[in-house]
């Protein structure tokens, strides 16, 4: 009986020119076209799973968001009663096809604008409400953005980062959310006409106007000046949420100002004179955006506006420990990975808070503190194999931040 003669049966390779040859019954195949058939498979399943992407999305009640919201972010119950409410619409409104009341109403989608000190939670919000609905999720920075033409990234690049979020699924990328962060960055800049173009402040906003409010817009999936020569995926944006976020500093002397013209004159009421000078964000309304540098066009398409109050001591103490993702639990799990058994003593922690409310830096003040107390002992303590449980002290944690002389960070 004549030998088959040992090549691969689809592109014709000898087994000295392949790695691996695999045999079948009167064929061969190599490794090379085992592993382009894997991925021709992955791509056609992947197609055929783009319709499905409704039954995927874990729609859940607002008040059941808020429970998950709870288990990662603590306080801020106003800005997650808004965003859930807001969310919970929106993807309602997705579930079902072509949802109308009756033939004259339609229901439109609400993008979201967050205002909050730094810190204070507004990205964390964001990625957890994606992660809990399950859809596409991608943070986009504001400030790199520029105008059509100049240096910096266009608008559609936004676009292009939810894409490879979704696997470069256009029907899960159309129902993803998008947060766009230090949005107060591309406020105009001057509201005195310039024969300058502010490129990277107003220009930017123009830009905005048709992906917020729902457009069919071409997007190079690699990047659009880099790579020319690709072609473009039009994507939908009305069914895509935007939730754009920023610390607007500043903004609380221009509400001031509101607020005080409003309470002088004969009108003035016991109400109005009760003002929370500490929290001036809570009496934020689109005009205090307009003053701000935010046009009015912009403004619009951002109907739902919300705040996040500044973090106390009793908060960034709650956020230190309380969440599933608190600092303190990922240090414990740092460490039990070495089978070290870590321990804070009460002080240590109230010395952590202390110092955070020094820097002004919301929780994420608590991030540098703990790690330059614990820089030295994630050095020493993985080497030691005697060291099976170790307690951090007050005084431990206050001369290992004295050492570092950390009071450059404070604010002025």
Known sequence: MERIKEKCSFCGRSKKETAILIAGIDAFICDVCVTQAYQIVTEELAERKGGTVKQELNLLKPSEIKLHLDEYVI???????VLCVAVYNHYKRLSQKNFKIDEDTEIEKSNIILVGETGTGKTLLARTISR???????IADATVLTEAGYVGEDVESILARLLQAADYNVEAAQRGIVFIDEVDKIARKSDNPSITRDVSGEGVQQGLLKLLEGSVVNVPPQGGRKHPEQKM?????????????GAFDGIDKKIARRIQSQTIGYTTSKETEVIDKENLLKYINPQDLKSFGLIPELIGRLPVLTHLDPLDADALKRILTEPKNALIKQYKKLFSIDN??????EAVLDFIVERANEFKLGA?????????????????????????????????????????????????
Do not use: W
């Open 75 to 81: 306080g801020q119950d106003e800005a997650k009663k």
């Open 132 to 138: 809990i609905l399950n859809v596409p999720f991608c």
């Open 233 to 245: 995926v039009a994507i939908d944006t009305r069914n895509i949420l935007f939730i754009c976020g």
């Open 340 to 345: 070290v058994d870590i321990e804070f003593d």
């Open 364 to 412: 994420r003040g608590l991030r540098s503190i703990c790690e330059g107390i614990m820089t030295d002992l994630m050095f020493d303590l993985p080497s030691d194999p005697s060291v099976k449980k170790y307690k951090v002290t007050f005084e431990y944690a206050k001369a290992r931040l004295d050492k570092l002389k950390l009071n450059h960070l404070k604010a002025a």
